[in-house]
């Protein structure tokens, strides 16, 4: 199995590299339009800043080139973000792929601090990505914006509100927590990635 990581300007990326050959995956990261087509999986993660990084994939051509992957692709955090319609952050139109914006973390209490950062439970699991994942289940993030609860919707958390933990519309998954950084569920949650359509 060919798996690819896009490249772009984001932070973050080799910890998903690591947590991919943990689970026997040599990935390859590059942001070569054919060597992307030609993968039997594509990841999209990351960490960085909304605007900034559309300028990025729109000067690249990455942009029109993930909405028409046909494979089986992983947003991962900001990865996430950038799959829906427009984001806060930035006030920059996104990739469109979910019908969804992206809103700031508005906290109502002096302890709710932004960015959530930490251990979180997730709730309404349902899809393929999260097959054979206890109810309750820990995972971690790191994020000062959300996509609120949708129709894609495939998990929840609740920091300050309940919002969207997960997503998945056709071939399109993403998660905003960090699975390479949630210990055993998280590889659970790649490792059932690499397994679709299996």
């Known amino acids: 199995m060919k798996v690819a990581i896009v490249k772009y300007n984001a932070g973050n990326i080799y910890s998903v590299i690591h947590a991919l050959k943990r689970l026997g995956v040599e ?5 070569d339009a054919e060597e992307l087509q030609r993968a039997d999986r594509i990841l999209f993660p990351g960490q960085g800043e909304a605007r900034s990084t ?3 994939l729109r000067q690249h051509r990455l942009d029109e080139l993930i909405r028409n992957l046909k494979q089986p692709v992983l947003g991962i955090c900001i990865g996430q973000q950038l799959m829906c319609r427009h984001s806060e952050e930035g006030d920059v139109d996104c990739l469109g792929i ?3 914006d992206v809103v700031r973390f508005h906290p109502q209490r002096h302890e709710d601090k932004v960015p959530h950062m ?5 709730e309404k699991m349902q899809g393929p990505l999260f097959r054979g994942c206890a109810p309750e289940s820990f ?3 790191v ?3 959300y996509v609120p609860v949708n129709p ?6 609740h920091y300050t509100v309940p919002f969207s933990a997960a997503l998945q519309k056709a071939n399109f998954f993403a998660t905003q927590f960090h699975p390479e950084k949630s210990g055993s569920l998280g590889e659970r949650i790649l ?6 359509n299996e």
């Open 27 to 31: 990935p390859v990261l590059t942001d």
């Open 191 to 196: 490792q059932n990635f690499l397994d679709l």
């Open 54 to 56: 559309m300028t990025y």
């Open 143 to 145: 994020h000062s914006f």
């Open 139 to 141: 995972v971690y993030f």
């Open 152 to 157: 894609h919707t495939a998990a929840t958390t």
């Open 118 to 122: 930490g251990w979180n439970t997730l």
């Open 98 to 100: 979910f019908d969804a």
